[in-house]
């Protein structure tokens, strides 16, 4: 059973405040995904990661950056957080096509 | 690019009653569609692919390439199918793997 983690189900950070999100999966997948949950707006696609190291820019990559230096963990920085970053961020892994994702962790920046 | 469009944000149905969700893409290449489902408090889940063409819970969904759709069916709607439907879009020939999602359709089914 693929099992992806992230370490938070509910921050709140002042703006200004760098952020870190944390992702692990433990299926050996190399492909992961930063997306952010809005109602209305549906999922975006904020950063891919195909390989330790290597990342891609999704649809809304402004504000954010992140890091792959194992394959197991992908993380997400919001490098100074502002209040249009309150959102649900979902983190998933792939494999074939699918994707597997975390619970989610709800961020409200304050 | 490619784009999905879910038209209804909110489906709501009596239970027994046949529901279903829209889903429209543009695409100009071969797409793989998806339809994932969040039920409440738990994390996002695959529920079919058009791929598979099988049936999962009752739901079916079949790939129109004529009418660039793919819509969500199920005759019979339970209680229990409450949840956020999100229909999503993979281009076959993408070796990332990424999809794109529609706007999501919350669908709730009344006793």
């Known amino acids: 059973d693929v099992k992806v983690t992230q370490s938070s189900r509910y921050l709140v950070k002042r703006t200004g405040e760098k952020v870190f999100l944390e992702c692990v999966q433990d299926m050996d997948h190399e492909n992961m995904f930063w997306y952010r949950q809005d109602p209305g707006l549906g999922l975006r696609l904020i950063y891919f990661s195909y390989d330790v190291k290597m990342k891609e820019k999704g649809d809304i990559p402004e504000g954010y950056s992140v890091s792959r230096e194992k394959k197991e963990r992908f993380s997400l920085i919001l490098e100074s957080a502002s209040t249009n970053q309150t959102s649900m961020y979902l983190c998933?892994?792939?494999?074939?096509?699918?994707?597997?994702f975390g619970s989610g962790t709800q961020l409200s920046v304050l | 690019a490619q784009r999905v469009t879910q038209p209804e944000k909110l489906l709501s149905v009596f239970k027994g009653a046949p529901v279903e969700l829209k889903c429209n893409y543009s695409?100009?290449?071969?797409?793989?569609l998806f339809w994932y489902v969040q039920y409440s408090r738990q994390r996002l889940q695959l529920l079919l692919r058009?791929?598979s063409r099988e049936s999962i819970k009752g739901f079916t969904a079949d790939l129109n390439k004529g009418e660039t759709s793919f819509h969500l069916k199920k005759p019979f709607a339970q209680e229990e199918d409450s949840a956020m439907y999100y229909c999503?879009?993979?281009?076959?020939?993408?070796?990332?793997?990424?999809?794109?999602f529609g706007g999501g359709t919350r669908l709730m089914v009344k006793p």
């Open positions: 058009h791929i």
């Open positions: 695409y100009s290449g071969s797409p793989e």
């Open positions: 999503a879009l993979r281009p076959l020939n993408n070796a990332g793997n990424m999809l794109t």
């Open positions: 998933a892994s792939s494999e074939q096509g699918l994707l597997f």
